[in-house]
């Protein structure tokens, strides 16, 4: 298996532009989490979902910020309109069921100018 | 308060020196995830554990539900091992994840 996919690995672009980040969790896994880590704050749990469907994401920072999983081996985290202050690393994982061993993904460095 | 921390924040050990992360939670945990990050900054899942002690190689993770508090012991440490280490719990009654600020290990040769 080729493991957790994201695209894009590196993203520069614009204040005021959309970000859309990709997600192909590990076939067979019910549960996929997006993160997002800084030097300030972290790992941060921003949203996950159980059967394609959100659990909880108390802990996406505003409305720019929206996650979909339309299926079960697709996820994008969109950011619309990006700021500065969402450069940040951007990392997806999956897991068979929520509470199991997560598969990270290689994240996505992102960094809006 | 942090729901989760850890100690020692940073730490460096000469090669061969037993190592050990501590990590204490205040929240129910179902389980506990001990991560590993490089400094090339991918994420590596090293043990994931309800109760008791689990053994991976070098590695060996205990939890004693009790006290909530659990321990990472890495032995005859290897500057490979020079990473950071961020231990994890989740929720179950809130459905969050709660992490720790890591700790950052250098291993010198």
């Known amino acids: 298996d080729a493991g957790v996919i994201q695209s894009p690995r590196h993203e520069v672009t614009e204040m005021g532009q959309e970000v859309t980040l990709r997600c192909k969790p590990i076939?067979?896994?019910?549960?996929l989490f997006w993160y997002r880590q800084t030097m300030m704050r972290g790992l941060e749990l921003l949203i996950y979902?159980?059967?394609?469907?959100?659990?909880?994401d108390s802990g996406m920072p505003e409305d720019r910020f929206s996650a979909k999983m339309p299926n079960a081996s697709f996820s994008t985290l969109k950011i619309q309109p990006s700021e500065p202050r969402d450069s940040a690393v951007y990392f997806c994982?999956?897991?068979?069921?929520?509470?199991?061993?997560?598969?990270f993904g290689p994240g996505t460095r992102l960094l809006v100018l | 308060k942090n729901e989760v921390e850890q100690s020692p924040q940073n730490l460096t050990a000469q090669e061969g020196e037993f190592i050990t992360i501590n990590c204490s939670y205040s929240?129910?945990?179902?389980?506990l995830h001990w991560l590993q990050q490089h400094p090339g900054g991918g994420i590596v899942s090293l043990f994931m554990?309800?109760?008791g002690k689990k053994k991976h190689g070098r590695l060996i993770a205990t939890i004693n539900i009790q006290e909530k508090h659990s321990s990472l012991h890495i032995t005859a440490s290897h500057p490979r091992d020079s990473a950071v280490y961020i231990c994890?719990?989740?929720?179950?009654?809130?459905?969050?994840?709660?992490f720790g600020t890591g700790t950052s290990l250098t291993v010198i040769p």
């Open positions: 076939s067979g896994h019910n549960s």
């Open positions: 994982a999956s897991s068979p069921v929520a509470q199991e061993t997560q598969y």
């Open positions: 929240v129910g945990i179902s389980p």
């Open positions: 994890a719990v989740y929720s179950n009654t809130g459905n969050q994840f709660y």
């Open positions: 554990l309800s109760s």
């Open positions: 979902f159980n059967n394609n469907v959100p659990i909880d």
